[in-house]
């Protein structure tokens, strides 16, 4: 790619909730950086056409449609990976959704699909990227937690706790990869412009800006780029760490 920095050259990355926001913008930064990338979400074609994008730009993906809270769909996605690529270098545990209420509102139903995607789904990710990268005896996985994981917020009970078990499952990660050399670390995205965040209300949003110390919403490129710094061999004394990308809403 044009802007490629080689960075990541000959590096493996699997991306999951790659077909748009975040996802997107990470696959498109590691691509940029020289690693191959297995784009995962459930959506064929968004998956094809971000392939078609990063093959014109020179770089070099593979679609994998996945549902990450269904074992098997994991299965099959890593399996994918490796019967092209080899080997699995990087894990980025991205996918992820809402489903906001009160409490005394939710449903059954919206804490489990929550937990399900957002703690479970990274759960089963870890455990078959873990397989191949202690037999490597190298590799990262970032989980892409929330600010809202570390703060706590009302309406979003499912979620936060999703975001906060995902910080608690990074650090056991952590601490017990750490002797074959994989690194599992945290980012903790605080506002970040998508579709994710398009559907909250002006008021919401204009509330949201008046806690930003930066006084802007984040991109999603804001977090790519601490994405690709943990993904590279510049990281390679970090693990089990949070590290939050807010504009300081959060310290
Ligand atoms: P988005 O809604 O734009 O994209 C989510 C992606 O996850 C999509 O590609 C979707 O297909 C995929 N996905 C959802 N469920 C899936 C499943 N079961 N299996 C496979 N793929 C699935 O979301 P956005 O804003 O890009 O967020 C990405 C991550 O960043 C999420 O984990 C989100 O919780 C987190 N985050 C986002 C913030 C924001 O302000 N946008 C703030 C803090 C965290």
């Not at 959704?97 to 005394?104: A, K």
């Not at 990274?122 to 970032?142: D, E, H, N, V, Y």
């Not at 499912?158 to 050399?181: D, F, P, Q, V, W």
């Not at 670390?185 to 909250?200: Q, R």
Request: aromatic fraction near 4%; hydrophobic fraction near 45%; charged fraction near 20%.
């Amino acid at each position: 790619m044009s802007n490629q920095t080689g960075l990541l050259k000959d590096k493996v990355a699997v991306v999951t909730g790659a077909s748009r926001g975040i996802g997107r913008a990470i696959a498109l930064k590691l691509a940029a950086s020289g690693a191959r990338v297995v784009l995962s979400a459930r959506s064929q074609s968004a998956l094809d056409d971000l392939a078609a994008a990063i093959a014109a730009a020179g770089g070099e993906a593979l679609a994998v449609p996945t549902d990450i809270a269904r074992t098997e769909d994991v299965e099959n996605l890593f399996e994918t990976a490796l019967a092209r690529f080899g080997q699995v270098d990087i894990l980025v545990n991205n996918a992820g959704i809402t489903r906001d209420t009160l409490l005394v509102r939710m449903k059954d139903a919206d804490w489990d699909a929550v937990l399900e995607t957002n703690l479970k789904g990274p759960f089963l990710c870890s455990r078959a990227a873990a397989k191949i990268m202690t037999k490597q005896r190298c590799g990262r996985i970032i989980n892409i937690s929330s600010v809202v994981g570390e703060m706590g917020n009302a309406g979003q009970a499912n979620y936060c706790a999703s975001k906060a078990g995902l910080i608690g499952l990074t650090k056991s990660m952590a601490r017990e990869l750490a002797r074959r050399h994989v690194t599992v670390n945290a980012v903790t995205p605080g506002f970040i412009v998508t579709d994710m965040t398009e559907v909250l209300s002006d008021k919401v949003k204009e509330e949201l800006l008046g806690q930003i110390p930066l006084g802007r919403f984040g991109e999603a490129d804001d977090i790519a780029a601490a994405v690709v710094f943990l993904a590279s061999d510049q990281a390679a004394y970090i693990t089990g760490q949070v590290l939050g990308v807010n504009g300081g809403m959060y310290m």
